[in-house]
């Protein structure tokens, strides 16, 4: 009864520098620009002198091109005239007036982004000029023309990389769109040919069938309330329509699981155990004392007590764990605006969580590990010298006896800051907050920053040691984008504590603040101030204020500092800084130290900075008057002197050799709240609407939105391309309605947005009439009938039989990870039916494989016996799921048998597969020969033996596989039921049962 599970079916830019027609050479290139400006003087001419006059006749490249639906017997008019309304003066069009009106709006939305001067494309051969230049319009027509003259196939190029072929940028003009024809349009008046387009997204979907409302609310129903749908829901699709049947449907703990479950698909921050810590410089003083109180109540009571610890703290750090995937579920459930998942001034907690956290917030159920509320962070301490410690022993750690004088009012920014998504995503020395914003881009914006632009593999543009994120552009094409993002997370260090660093400044790494890369070392042997010498170091100082850094090189070398000297190139002294004497007693940012004579000693616990003024950029000798302060040791000292100026001063908390923190060209204007700022930033931006799509396409369709081919010789390219330029046109209108509101509802309603992904085309997509091999690709697994997830297979089970495979009651010792709902393929076999564990394993197997159907096999074995034996033999007809009406005398024995049985599998078929079938239907007929084989096969060979011997006790039926199975079954029905099976249908309806939960229906929507 298996069956094979068939599957059927930011910017432009254009990296063409190398690969069509080499870079431009700089001299080249001021010639280039000098040509663009003295073609901004003709821009007022007559556009005849630009090009010639166009004809009324079709253009070749839009002769076989697809078009819109309608479009020729709304307009009247040649299919690529402008919004198919193409007036009397449709023969003066021109290239220019084409570009004016509809091509330099996109260049200025999109293009311009990264094809600048200093942008990520800025190297390649379409370099644009802003709006802001009074003759960009005709300056960036001219770098089309250009271009189309130097390459032969420039216009295929061009509409191949708006589309997103072989394109960083992704799709930016999606094929078959007014905006693609506009630009098709442009380049084909200027001369450039482009091969034809059969199909296009408004023509893809004609020939094939959409699944009817009933099948369709069937489908949403299994995804978001993990059930059928009853007869009355049902009944209401012709009273309140399908949209509000399906939305009806996204409430209760199902749903609630559904948006869990998704979200953490995408942040993976379920792989986190340990969120919350306990040393000394720990910031949530309320953990730390809560946690140092129940240990020592242990030790002082004896090893019973740790079970009561141990849960205490599994509980506290499951509340952190789960707060950016209960932030989600808490704004989708009360309709709060989806913006609100970054911009949320609060964090969710559950009732041990927020005791951790300081908060008195009450809770409905104060025993409920999965309640969660929102809170604020009211115990957050930084750390310094004014904490007080009281220490109880040294297998507790210490008590705090005072917080301390550094009480912080903590910048809640949503999910940004949740402790679970920065120990995700942790920072590095090297690093330095680049996976976060990396993972905020995809994520929040749906962009993949790896892959937003072209990069050169050639080794000798990657070898480069001068900074190159920041000054080489084979790597500033990526990190122009990523490193202001990273810099807004300035303020979280390695393991998302708020300014961990001693004192509270900053959360800078340790090397970066006391042993930079760079600086000159040098060997200090004046053993006294009366036998100092002077070193000397190279620098190149801009005008104005500078800065140079000492340090002693090695743990125990202490360097005494006298005069600082700065000279110019001919050697005439600039400035002179003595450090100890003019600048108190003492260092200001604490690195250095005074000694009895007033000069600073300089060790290795940090950087000690001088400030310098010079009147202009230029090469500088900075000179310093040092010797070794030791007299125990007589091995010379080490010091190391920077003069670079990328190395930390006091008051900073980011990185000087790094761009400042931000997002695109704003800088972030406080560093305090600078992550605040970014979630505001992120929510204003247009690609927050289109992230979300991206984010929760897949929990609905099963797959990614489709990326664009690399290639144009990729196998199946056009059907490639096509898919995924027709999906980006689906993404861009759902974006457009979740930022507006959908249907009259308010706007950023996540709610209404997963019902227009299921009302979408591409969910209920059911059958292709066409042979078209292009449609075919285009179409390859879309419509509603995907794999169900694991989760989604088990509560499908559980819905329609009752009986759930590995279902488990809570841990009494929660010895393990908090799941609200556990089962088998929750658990055990989660990984082998293609889950994840948030760790190495992240990505859901989207398409059965062996192991899979093994697996599929054992859960319809396991659960088809438990579910006949309830029913047949432990609850009365009326509460049966399956199959009531019929008893252990019911078989193909005679005609009346016969009939029931056929009625019985038509209702099966409905209620497990969804599929509506008669008595008379082939597929029927197949299904009872099936039965009836079986039934006879069964007979004929337990013949002979007692009617005892087929019983369907527990050692035939694994009961134990669901430690609710006797929920609701009558007291003591098993120990009073007669178990026999002597006509064979019980086991002959575990067959079937267990053929129908492995059919190919059965496991897929």
């Known amino acids: 009864m298996t069956k094979t599970v068939l599957a059927v079916g930011f910017c432009l830019a254009l990296c063409l520098a190398s690969t069509a027609a080499g870079a431009v050479e700089e001299s080249e290139r001021a010639r280039f620009l000098y040509e663009l400006e003295r073609e901004a003087a003709h821009a007022d001419m007559p556009s005849t002198m630009h090009a010639s006059a166009p004809s009324a006749a079709m253009p070749p490249h ?195 699981d559904f948006l869990v479950r998704s979200g953490n698909d995408r942040l993976l921050t379920d792989r986190e155990d340990t969120v919350l810590s306990n040393g000394r410089g720990a910031p949530l003083v309320s953990y730390v004392n809560e946690w140092v109180h129940r240990c020592q109540v242990v030790r002082a009571n004896g090893s019973s007590f740790s079970e009561s610890r141990d849960q205490w703290i599994r509980r506290a750090q499951y509340g952190a764990r789960r707060a950016p995937l209960e932030l989600i579920a808490h704004v989708v459930e009360n309709d709060l605006p989806y913006t609100e998942i970054l911009t949320a001034n609060y964090v969710m907690a559950n009732p041990w969580s927020a005791r951790a956290y300081g908060s008195s917030v009450a809770f409905d159920d104060p025993e409920d590990v999965h309640e969660f509320q929102p809170v604020r962070f009211d115990s957050y301490y930084l750390y310094d010298d004014s904490r007080a410690f009281f220490q109880g022993n040294s297998r507790c750690g210490s008590y705090i006896l005072d917080a301390g004088d550094l009480p912080v009012a903590f910048p809640h920014a949503g999910i940004l800051n949740t402790m679970a998504f920065l120990r995700r995503y942790p920072t590095t020395a090297t690093n330095r907050n680049r996976a976060r914003a990396r993972w905020t881009y995809h994520h929040f914006l749906g962009v993949d920053i790896e892959k937003s632009a072209a990069r050169t593999t050639d080794a000798e543009a990657l070898v480069d040691t001068d900074n190159p994120t920041l000054k080489n552009p084979a790597c500033t094409v990526c990190h122009v984008a990523l490193d202001p993002v990273a810099g807004a997370f300035q303020n979280y260090g390695d393991i998302g504590h708020y300014r961990s660093n001693f004192g509270g400044m900053d959360a ?404 497990l597969l969804g599929v509506s079938v008669r008595k008379s239907s082939p597929e029927v007929s197949r299904a009872y020969g099936f039965f009836e084989e079986v039934w006879t096969r069964k007979r004929s060979l337990h013949a002979n033996q007692d009617r005892f011997i087929d019983r369907l006790d527990d050692s035939v039926c694994e009961m134990s596989t669901d430690e609710y199975y006797f929920d609701n079954v009558p007291r003591n029905a098993l120990v009073d039921s007669d178990l026999a099976d002597p006509q064979h249908v019980a086991r002959t309806w575990l067959v079937m049962l267990a053929a129908l939960l492995m059919d190919h229906r059965y496991l897929h929507l």
């Open 62 to 256: 839009a002769a076989t091109r697809g078009v819109p639906d309608g479009w020729l017997e709304r307009a009247g008019q040649p299919p690529w005239s402008p919004d198919g309304a193409y007036g009397a003066g449709m023969t003066d069009e021109t290239a220019a007036d084409v570009f004016r009106e509809h091509v330099s709006p996109i260049v200025q939305d999109q293009c311009i982004n990264c094809h600048v001067e200093g942008g990520p494309s800025g190297h390649t051969r379409l370099v644009f000029v802003r709006s802001s230049n009074p003759d960009h319009v005709a300056l960036n027509r001219r770098v089309f023309e250009d271009f189309l003259a130097g390459v032969g196939d420039g216009a295929d190029v061009v509409l191949d990389k708006i589309r997103g072929v072989g394109h960083g940028g992704g799709v930016q003009v999606a094929a078959g769109g007014a905006d693609y024809d506009r630009f098709a349009r442009f380049l084909a008046l200027l001369g450039g040919d482009s091969a034809s387009v059969a199909l296009t997204p408004q023509t893809l979907f004609d020939g094939v069938a959409m699944a009817p409302h009933r099948k369709t609310l069937r489908r949403a129903a299994l995804i978001f309330a993990g059930r059928v749908p009853t007869e009355e829901e049902y009944a209401s699709l012709g009273e309140v329509g399908v949209r509000a049947a399906i939305r009806s449907l996204m409430q209760g703990p199902a749903f609630h």
């Open 508 to 911: 800078l790494d340790y090397f970066y603040k006391n042993d930079p890369i760079g600086g000159e070392e040098f060997v200090v042997e004046a053993q006294s101030i009366a036998d100092r010498e002077r070193i000397s170091v190279a620098a190149e100082f801009g005008a104005g204020a500078n800065a140079v850094g000492f340090r002693a090189a090695d743990g125990g070398s202490r360097v005494g500092l006298d005069e600082v000297l700065v000279r110019d190139e001919r050697g005439v002294l600039i400035g002179r800084y003595r450090s100890g004497r003019d600048r108190g007693a003492g260092d200001p940012d604490g690195c250095g130290r005074p000694d009895f004579s007033h000069h600073l000693v300089i060790d290795g616990s940090c950087v000690l900075t001088v400030d310098v003024d010079v009147p202009r950029a230029g090469r500088y000798r900075v000179e310093a008057d040092v010797w070794d302060d030791r007299d125990w040791d007589d091995q010379p000292a080490l010091l190391k002197v920077w003069t670079s100026g990328e190395f930390y001063r006091e008051g900073d908390t980011w990185y000087r050799d790094m761009r400042v923190p931000g997002f695109g060209d704003r800088p972030a204007p406080d560093a305090d709240n600078s992550l605040q700022w970014l979630a505001r930033a992120v929510v204003s931006d247009d690609r927050f609407a289109e992230g979300a799509v991206k984010f929760w396409w897949p929990a609905v369709m099963g797959r990614e939105v489709a990326a664009p081919p690399e290639r144009a010789g990729d196998a199946n390219f056009e059907g490639q391309s096509l898919r995924a330029g027709a999906q980006a046109l689906e993404v861009q209108r759902l974006a457009r309605a979740f930022r507006r509101g959908m249907h009259g509802g308010p706007p950023y309603n996540l709610k209404d947005l997963l019902v227009e992904i299921v009302l979408s085309r591409w969910f209920r997509a059911e059958r292709m009439s066409s042979d078209d091999p292009i449609r075919a690709v285009a179409l390859r697994g879309v419509g509603g009938g995907r794999l169900l997830t694991g989760e989604e297979l088990a509560a499908k089970t559980l819905a329609v039989t009752g009986v759930q495979w590995g279902r488990q009651k809570p841990a009494t010792t929660l010895s393990g990870r908090f799941t609200t709902r556990r089962h088998a393929l929750s658990g055990e076999y989660a990984i082998l039916y293609g889950g994840i564990d948030s760790d190495g394993v992240t990505e859901r197997a989207r398409d059965l494989t062996a192991v899979m159907v093994g697996v599929a096999k054992r859960h319809a074995v396991e659960v088809s016996c438990p579910v006949v034996l309830r029913e047949f033999y432990l609850l009365p007809d009326d509460e049966r799921m399956l199959f009531g009406g019929i008893d252990l005398t019911v078989s193909p024995a005679d005609v009346e048998g016969a009939e029931a049985t056929r009625a019985k599998l038509v209702e099966l078929y409905d209620k």
